[in-house]
């Protein structure tokens, strides 16, 4: 080799807004961990697999910036991804848990997400926060899962046993209103999305437009309607 | 007093979509009038109370193995293929598109070398995907027979660490700390599963999750490479 290698001695994170496709590191904002990957970890090591391993590393992996991660989870490491899914899940559990309003699909849905989102990993620029990528693809999955589910079953309501659902979802969100979350996974498949996106997710109506894939008009006349159904639901 | 304020517009009130004056003017009204007042406050406390929801639920403990199952054996594709292309910096790519080729006989010598490497390790890594036989169960059930070449691995991985190690003194200390933190847990799983396979070494798991974890150690080493060769 014939002289240094000028790209690779000044690191691509001192490069504004340098899209990258490789692992090398970044100066990028380093998130605060979750305190729950740990207890995660522990979860998971008595799940089955190789778990000293396993929770090992997710606990190893703790302190390692999300964008480093994403950065080997690119080439193949799914021990990276892995540790991925340990510090954002329970963001993106909550997401499907209210989307579909069923525990059982909330699973499947977030199985689909981290599924998609390792597919489509290596189209993860940087240009956002890969927590903010993968929220938005996580909607985007489980609207095209329940616009699917609905075309097939649009009889169908999310789920007709409410009391199971509030179950759940206490148990994966202890200190949850009871009455709310079965206020709100009562609501209409469409009401429920766009109120869950709008009033606790916190998009904007023109997002949400967007991602729905109807009008402005359309989705705040569904968000009126869904606040009027849960708060029907909420004097009952 | 003023008209009613409609409902639609309550709405709006709360989510912020009226001008300055309009609401303004809406708040003056709900001052003075109970009916609009009650409304507007009702819907106030439920948006209030949606937005106070927690944001994060415990997902069930087995679904990251239901994930890992689903995407073993696979790496993330790129939008062009979804096998085995190795992914350079946009930048990189643009950068040297614009500069001016000239490469000495060594250079080009080297660059050649660098590319059969890279070459054959991609090919053994594509030869490394599942392997399914007619009426064999699809990888996501994890009944898969992985076909590996060690010795192929082996020359693979040699010769990608010479070029590396070739690299090395050029490398920016970030890189080299990256390259090594990930060649060391690529490693750690390498003999994990190793020692997991003395146990049970007809576990077609263990042996997917070997040639995974091979492949995650030629394409770190690919890249570094590749790269290597880009800039020279």
């Known amino acids: ?236 | 007093m003023s008209e009613h304020i409609s409902l639609e517009r309550t709405h709006d009130l709360i989510d912020g979509l009226l001008s300055s004056e309009a609401a303004e003017r809406a708040r003056s009204h709900i001052a003075l009038c109970a009916d609009c007042r009650e409304r507007h406050a009702m819907l106030s406390e439920l948006a209030t109370d949606l937005r106070s929801l927690p944001r994060d639920a415990t997902p069930p403990p087995d679904v990251w193995e239901a994930i890992s199952r689903r995407i073993d054996g696979t790496v993330p594709s790129t939008e062009s293929d979804s096998a085995d292309v190795l992914v350079l910096p946009v930048a990189t790519r643009h950068e040297a598109a614009r500069r001016r080729i000239s490469f000495t006989l060594p250079q080009l010598a080297a660059a050649s070398m660098v590319f059969a490497v890279v070459s054959a390790s991609a090919i053994w890594m594509a030869v490394s995907q599942p392997a399914q036989t007619p009426g064999q169960a699809p990888a996501a059930v994890g009944t898969v027979r992985f076909v590996a070449d060690e010795a192929a691995y082996d020359t693979a991985l040699d010769e990608l660490l010479t070029i590396v190690e070739t690299a090395r003194p050029y490398l920016a200390p970030e890189t080299l700390l990256a390259l090594d933190q990930s060649i060391a847990e690529i490693d750690a799983a390498i003999a994990d599963i190793g020692t997991a396979l003395e146990s049970d070494p007809s576990s077609e798991l263990l042996h997917s999750m070997l040639v995974n974890q091979q492949r995650s150690k030629l394409r770190v080493l690919s890249q570094v490479a590749t790269l290597t060769e880009a800039q020279s």
């Open chain 1, 1 to 236: 080799m014939a002289r240094p290698i000028p790209s690779l001695i000044a690191p691509l994170g001192e490069v504004p807004e340098s899209p990258r496709g490789d692992f090398l590191p970044t100066k990028r904002p380093v998130l605060p961990s979750n305190p729950m990957t740990d207890k995660q970890a522990h979860r998971q090591e008595g799940a089955g697999g190789i778990p000293t391993h396993a929770t090992r590393l997710l606990s190893a992996s703790s302190a390692e910036p999300l964008e480093a991660l994403v950065d080997r989870a690119k080439l193949g490491d799914t021990r990276a991804f892995e540790s991925l899914y340990g510090r954002t899940a329970e963001r993106i559990y909550a997401l499907c848990l209210r989307m579909s309003g069923n525990s059982d699909d909330a699973t499947d849905l977030v199985q689909d997400v981290y599924v998609r989102a390792w597919e489509k990993l290596t189209s993860f620029r940087g240009d956002s926060l890969f927590t903010t990528w993968l929220h938005r693809l996580a909607v985007n999955v489980t609207l095209e899962k329940r616009r699917s589910v609905g075309r097939r079953l649009s009889h169908e309501v999310s789920d007709p046993d409410l009391d199971r659902y509030a179950r759940a979802a206490v148990q994966a969100m202890p200190g949850t209103r009871v009455d709310l979350e079965r206020a709100i996974a009562g609501l209409p498949e469409k009401a429920r999305q766009v109120l869950v996106l709008r009033d606790v997710q916190g998009y904007k109506y023109d997002e949400i437009a967007r991602m729905t894939g109807v009008s402005l008009g359309t989705v705040k006349a569904q968000i009126h309607r869904a606040r009027g159904l849960v708060k029907e639901a909420l004097e009952r």
